[in-house]
């Protein structure tokens, strides 16, 4: 195949992606600008990785636990693996995220072979699930296209920012092929796919917004794009908490419950409460709708919102960190936080990731 657009195509042909061919796959992204500035891109990476690293110490435990034991989170917590530091650390979502922006570095290029090739060359830390049966799958001399379970688990949508930034420079509808591979690599399921390009194209949009955007966005835009990508006729059922008679697409259950949650001003603590805020996307992406939704305006109280209100910290709180970067650039995120982001990609590289943004930075 000479493009990934043309693979998408084939996969489609063959029945081995699981998504529609939603208007989003054709439509041509407005360009960024000459003037465009990296700021936003380097807060949307950075936002991401803080996310990730402020939650990832206490990942897992339900809101009021957490609170029990740690009081309200506003910085990094100390860490075994720094020495008892309390500086930022990696989890599996900043992992992989920038070995997708390193591989691209050394490919020119979105390889998904490579890169299924990379995930599978380290250690992941906190690997889930999903993408521990993908690198079995792949070890075990599986194709890449063959390896990625049917998951709804939110372990694609954590790590799809960088796929954005090798297109910022052309804006042409090969962004949406390549996010579709990235997430099929691993994810290969209607609301993974759906939510990787819904929330690609989100970050598009924001980062290049010169002001928040109205609250029921996020909801609106979001249900605009996903719809067609998932379909109609999927079905997923919540795992617990107040809605578990509901059966039905991802889309449909952010259009009805979250748009709901906000109109009815029911805070963002309850409302992820009530949808059980873990790792299963019918209780991350409406999770991170809501806060977004309440918070958008204010980064660092968005991503403290992320980490002390949602189960699931981490990954929350990489993906919110994602927009709100995008949406404010790294100025606007508080800078002790990106002081003490010791910069780890992997077990002992520090600065590995601020190397990469500089690298990024030269490349556009």
Known sequence: MDTNTDLLNDFFAKDQIRMGRGALLT??????????????????LLGLAIGDALGNTTEGQNPSQRSAHYGEIHDYLPNHYAGGRAVGLPSDDSQMAFWTLEQWLADGKLDPERL????CSERIFGIGK??????????????????????????????????LVPHLSTGTP??????ALATMLTHNDRA???????????LWELLQMTAPPEPLWWVEYYVSLARDLEGEETVYR???GAYTDYAGP????????????YQQGVPALEACNAWYSGAYLLETVPSVLIILMHYADNPET???????DTRDNDTVGAIVGAAVGALHGRRGLPERWIKNLLGRTGAADDGQLFRLLAQTRERL
Do not use: C
């Open 238 to 240: 919540p795992r617990g």
């Open 302 to 308: 968005a991503l403290i919102r992320a980490v002390n």
């Open 192 to 202: 993974a796919l759906s939510s990787s390009l819904a929330f690609s194209a989100m």
């Open 250 to 261: 991802l889309w449909r259950f952010v259009d009805t419950y979250v748009r709901a949650a």
């Open 27 to 44: 439509h041509t992204p407005h360009p960024t600008p000459l003037d465009f500035d990296f700021d936003r891109v380097e807060g949307m």
């Open 116 to 119: 299924a090739q990379r995930f």
């Open 130 to 163: 999903s993408v521990k049966e993908f690198v079995v799958n792949v070890k075990s001399g599986q194709p890449w296209y063959d390896s990625g379970p049917a998951s709804a688990g939110n372990g694609a949508l954590m790590r799809i920012a960088p796929v």
């Open 174 to 179: 090969a962004l949406w092929a390549d996010v």
